[in-house]
């Protein structure tokens, strides 16, 4: 998984967006003239006609309002919080009403629609959060659009549909894979009748288990390695964690990262891994970067692999981190 590192002008570009139409959506108004006006003359909201919501309980509303900026931009141990409390309001959603204000209206009619472009576009990541494997910039010409992971489930967590710090940047298949996340607990937790509310309960205190992409310490605790089986003739990939961490290896494991690259072993690494072989001192020399005068060593990876050699910069190319780590190992053995 990828550290995101989270702009300031961009988390208060959207914090004012998300707020304003919160706060509208519960004041009301046609336009700013006569409803809501969140004072910014810039905004994009104020002007907009927006219906007020008038289904939610009063109750639900003044917490909302009250926990307004830590709603939109509250860091993941505070969304939590703010939800465990939102819990213990013990506010009936029976009928789904606040669930479909926060997912529907707010985040796939609102947001998705009007900013999820913009916002990715503003993100300026490239590749895919968990995987790092596909781009996420084809948005306008591929099928395979870049999607926002709501890394806390909508479905568990519907309040925190439109939280900044739950917007992850991610491919469809990792979004797909995340989507089947109660199975693979099941599987995790080797307990096929896993009830919803202990699924619920998991996810209450998922920070104790898993890393966040906003985690910065613990993210990159793991390289990449391979195994190379001589009685099949074949490769595959494998995970070093150091220091060892339960929690590296769960995030890794419920992402299911081993299989992703699996998948690749095949092609990227089989390439690498021939390459060190068949030009073993050319490799050498590739790797070590002899180029003095010629070009940088960050240059000579991205023409010879199409990869970025800096951490910082790995969420710019694909299998980035994957074939760095890879190379390294290759550069110590054989
Ligand atoms: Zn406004
Ligand atoms: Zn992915």
Known sequence: MIYIDFDKNILDKYHKIIKCWFLRKFAGGKTYKNGYNCGNDKCEICPKSIHKVSNIPEAAVDFFKNNIDTLIIGNPSELTKLYKEYIKLGIDDSDGIISDFFVITGYTNWFQDEFAKDFLSDLNINTCIYCNRNYTLDILYSHTRAELDHWFPKDKFPILALSLYNFIPSCHSCNHIKGNGDKTLKKMLKNENLSKKQIQQWWENVLETMNHPHDKNENENFTFSYEFDESLNSLSVKFRINPISKKVSTTLE???????????ANFELKDLYDLRKKYSDTFLNIIESNFDGIMKKEEAYRMIFGIEIKEEDYHKRPFS????DIIEELKRTC
């Open 254 to 264: 419920f992402n299911k990262v081993l299989e992703i690259y699996n998948s690749h």
């Open 321 to 324: 981190k994957f074939k760095h």
